[in-house]
């Protein structure tokens, strides 16, 4: 009976390491979309100011007259 038992509490503990190690890869993959998003946020940011800067230097400069 002990090979038994150890052979069913290798098998839980087996699958409380596949479920534990699952949670861990969705957190992985929710953290890695929000940093992706965050970046593609910012990077909208920086071509919206570029272009407000570069829209700015051709008022100063009489371009866009």
Not at 21 to 31: D, G, P, Q, W
Not at 44 to 52: D, E, R, S, T
Request: net charge positive; aromatic share 2%.
């Amino acid at each position: 009976m002990d090979s038994q038992k150890a052979q069913y509490d290798a098998g839980q503990i087996s699958g409380q390491t596949r479920e534990k190690t699952n949670n861990l890869i969705e957190k992985a993959n929710k953290n890695t979309q929000h940093v992706k998003d965050n970046v593609q946020q910012g990077g909208q940011q920086m071509l919206a100011k570029a272009h407000g800067a570069a829209e700015g230097a051709k008022d100063a400069t009489g371009i866009n007259k």
